[in-house]
C-alpha cells in the first residue's frame, strides 16, 4: 500500500467518525458516590453517569453489603432529562462496605457492565 | 494485534445488515476491557482494523534497516468466530545500498473464541494463523516463497476479581500467545526454515479500569482511558541448524482508548544480537468497526451480535 491510498483511507474513516456520534460502548464516567469513595452519611441514591446515551429498558443496577447478600432496591431508572445518567434509589444505610453491580445497553446496542464499590463511615 | 495482518475492504462492503441486538463484542471479559495490543495477538474476536501500524525496527546484525506500513482488519463471522486479514509494505535500507520497497506478504487467520468467563474477566482463543507464499517482494524484502501455517492458543486474564482490599493490583492484565510455525518448505536457496515455537505476552495496568471500576483517584481525560503496558515476544527455532536460537524483544508503551478508536506506541528492544541492536519504534492507529458502524460492519455475518 501506498502512502497515498492510506491517506485517503484515513480521511474518509475520519470522516465516518463524527456521523457515528452518540453511538458506540458506553463505560462509566463516574458516580456519586464516588467509585472507592467514603461517604460521611449515608446516600439515598447512586448515580451513575455514562459516557454514551443508555437504554432504560436494558440497563439495570442492583446492591449488596460487605457480607456479598444483595439489598432489596427500587429499580434502578434513567434519568428523563439526562439519558447517559442511571439512578438507584437506596433503602436505608447503616455505616459500612457496599458494592453497586450496572449493567447497561447503549443506544447503538453494545452491552457493558461493572461494579464498583462505597463505604460510609460509622 | 499483529502487524503483518492484511485488509480485504471489498469483501466487507457486502456486509448484510442485521436487527440490533445487544453486542458486546471488542476485547470485553465481564467488566474488562482489553485493548488491541501491538505485538501480541489479541485474545478475542472483534471488529476492528487496525490502519496503519507503523514500524522502525531496530537495525539487524548487518547494520540494515527496514520501516513497515502495516493494515489489518478483523471481522467477526459469528460471535465466536472471526478472520483476521493483514498485509504489510516496507522499506530496506542495507548500509552501502539503494532503499528497496514493496509489499512482505499477505497473512491471515482464522480464530474461534471458545472460552470466556465474565466474573473472573478471563478469555481464551485459538486459531490458525497463516502467511502465504510469494505474496511480497520475496528477492528484495526476503518475503516468504513459502508458506507457514502457526496454530496457536490466545489467552487473557484479568486481575478484577481480587479482594477489594487489594485496590492498586485489580487494574493489572495478562494476555499471552503461544504458537508454533510450521514452513510448508524445509528450505529455500540453500536456507533452511526451521519450525519455531513462538510466546508472548502483555502485562497491562488500566488506568481506565482503576479510575471507574476500582476507586476515583481523580483522572481526568486522556488519562483516564490509558492503558501502560510492556509487550514481550520471543521466537525459538526447534530444528534444521537453529534449534534453540531465540530472538525477540521488549516493548514498553502505552494505549489510549476511546469511543471509536484508540492509538498506542511502543518502544522496540531487542532482546539480543541476533534480533538486532539500537531501538525501534512502533505506532498503531486502530479502529473499532462494531462502533462505527454498529449496524453494518460492525455486526458478525452469521448469529447475530
Known amino acids: 500500500m501506498t502512502v497515498k491510498p492510506l491517506a485517503i483511507l484515513i480521511s474518509l474513516l475520519a470522516t465516518a467518525i463524527p456521523g457515528a456520534a452518540a453511538r458506540a460502548h458506553a463505560f462509566l464516567d463516574h458516580s456519586l458516590p464516588p467509585v472507592g469513595g467514603t461517604v460521611a452519611t449515608a446516600p439515598t441514591e447512586v448515580l451513575m453517569f455514562f459516557t454514551q446515551p443508555i437504554e432504560p429498558a436494558f440497563s439495570a443496577a442492583t446492591l449488596s453489603g460487605a457480607d456479598g447478600q444483595a439489598i432489596a432496591t427500587q429499580a434502578a431508572a434513567t434519568d428523563l432529562q439526562n439519558p447517559t445518567e442511571l439512578v438507584l434509589k437506596l433503602p436505608p444505610l447503616t455505616p459500612g462496605h457496599y458494592k453497586v453491580s450496572w449493567h447497561v445497553v447503549s443506544v447503538d446496542t453494545h452491552r457493558t457492565e461493572g461494579t464498583f464499590s462505597f463505604d460510609i463511615q460509622p | ?305
Open chain 2, 1 to 305: 494485534m499483529q502487524p503483518n495482518r492484511l485488509a480485504a475492504a471489498a469483501a466487507l462492503t457486502a456486509l448484510p445488515l442485521l436487527a440490533p441486538l445487544p453486542a458486546k463484542a471488542h476485547g470485553f471479559a465481564g467488566e474488562r476491557f482489553f485493548p488491541a495490543t501491538l505485538l501480541t495477538d489479541d485474545p478475542f474476536v472483534a471488529d476492528e482494523m487496525s490502519l496503519p501500524t507503523m514500524t522502525l525496527d531496530p537495525k539487524a546484525v548487518d547494520g540494515s534497516q527496514t520501516f513497515g506500513l502495516d493494515f489489518d482488519v478483523s471481522k467477526r463471522l459469528t460471535p465466536d468466530i472471526g478472520i483476521t486479514l493483514s498485509q504489510g509494505w516496507q522499506h530496506l535500507k542495507a548500509p552501502g545500498m539503494p532503499g528497496v520497497m514493496g509489499l512482505t506478504g499477505f497473512s491471515s487467520e482464522l480464530d474461534w473464541q471458545f472460552f470466556t468467563n465474565a466474573p473472573h474477566e478471563a478469555t481464551a482463543m485459538v486459531g490458525l494463523h497463516s502467511s502465504w507464499a510469494h505474496t511480497g517482494r520475496v528477492q528484495a524484502l526476503g518475503a516468504d516463497d513459502f508458506t507457514t501455517l502457526s496454530p496457536l492458543v490466545d489467552f487473557g486474564k484479568g486481575f478484577g476479581d481480587l479482594p477489594d482490599n487489594l485496590p492498586w493490583l485489580r487494574p493489572i492484565a495478562v494476555t499471552g500467545n503461544l504458537s508454533l510455525d510450521a514452513p510448508t518448505k524445509t528450505e529455500s536457496a540453500g536456507n533452511l526454515h526451521p519450525n519455531n515455537f513462538n510466546y508472548g505476552f502483555a502485562f497491562e495496568y488500566s488506568l481506565e479500569y482503576l479510575q471507574h471500576h476500582v476507586k476515583d483517584v481523580g483522572l481526568a481525560p486522556p488519562f483516564d482511558h490509558m492503558v501502560p503496558l510492556v509487550e514481550v515476544s520471543f521466537s525459538t527455532a526447534l530444528n534444521r541448524g537453529a534449534a534453540g536460537q531465540t530472538i525477540g524483544t521488549v516493548q514498553p508503551g502505552i494505549i489510549w482508548s476511546g469511543q471509536y478508536m484508540q492509538i498506542g506506541a511502543e518502544a522496540i528492544i531487542p532482546v539480543n544480537r541476533q534480533t538486532g541492536h539500537g531501538l525501534g519504534a512502533i505506532v498503531q492507529l486502530h479502529f473499532y468497526l462494531d462502533d462505527i458502524f454498529p449496524n453494518s460492519f460492525g455486526v458478525p455475518l452469521f448469529g447475530g451480535k
